[in-house]
């Protein structure tokens, strides 16, 4: 079946701009998270969320950064007056259900962003 | 917070057995380990899990001593497309948000 869609793929923006991204979870998954990787670092934990319950945000970096999840289903990830620094490919995962006993993370290929 | 903490990077050849630990002091009661395999413009994709002792499926082992501080990820018999970053997360358990992963490890398989 389909995995993780997230588009776009690429978006390079100028210094100031907002800019949206957008991930398609598995259908049916009830889990959905935000990842930054910066070139050749690891994974940074940006927000989550899991039904209808409020999301836990703890790992957004500022207040720039936003995130929705409508229906349950499609999540939109914001970033208002990019910075150079928020040069990242961010990266959305899913899984089906809270406890992630064989439930794992199922991830996307990213947005490549580049900030001008 | 369960956080997690491996090696940087390991070289190895092809045909070779490639052993990764991942340490993880203070892993809770109910924490599962994960592993995750992550090639170059893709996201990380599923290897392995469990909570205690040995677990194999077709692609890798996954040891846990009795203490669960630490795992070891076994590949055996890599290849030059093994060649990627593993990552181990510790989690699972209570509260799902905030899984954090590690800095994870660069595999490079030589000829």
Excluded at chain 2, 63 to 73: G, N, Y
């Amino acid at each position: 079946g389909a995995g993780v869609s997230q588009s776009p793929s690429n978006k390079v923006t100028e210094k100031g701009k907002d800019v949206e991204l957008r991930c398609d979870p598995i259908s049916g998954h009830t889990a959905l998270y935000w990842y930054r990787q910066s070139l050749g670092q690891g994974l940074e934990f940006l927000i989550y969320f899991q039904g209808n319950s409020a999301p836990d945000k703890s790992g957004l970096p500022s207040d720039r950064f936003s995130a929705e999840r409508t229906g349950g289903s499609v999540s939109t990830l914001t970033i208002q007056r990019t910075q150079q620094e928020d040069s990242a490919v961010y990266l959305c995962a899913s899984s089906p259900r809270q406890i992630l006993y064989n439930s794992p993370l199922h991830f996307g290929n990213g947005t490549r962003l580049t900030v001008t | 917070l369960a956080k997690t903490t491996q090696p940087i990077s390991m070289d190895s050849y092809e045909g070779q057995e490639v052993n990764i630990t991942c340490s993880h002091n203070n892993i809770a009661t109910n924490d599962y380990i994960t592993w995750y395999q992550q090639f170059p413009s893709q996201g990380p994709r599923f290897i392995i899990q469990g909570y205690k002792t040995k677990v194999t499926n077709e692609v890798a082992s996954l040891f846990i001593p009795a203490d669960r501080k630490s795992s070891t990820l076994s590949l055996p018999r890599v290849s030059l497309s093994d060649t990627a970053v593993y990552y181990c997360l510790v989690g699972g358990s209570g509260s799902q948000g905030n899984l954090i992963f590690g800095k994870g490890t660069k595999l490079s398989v030589k000829p």
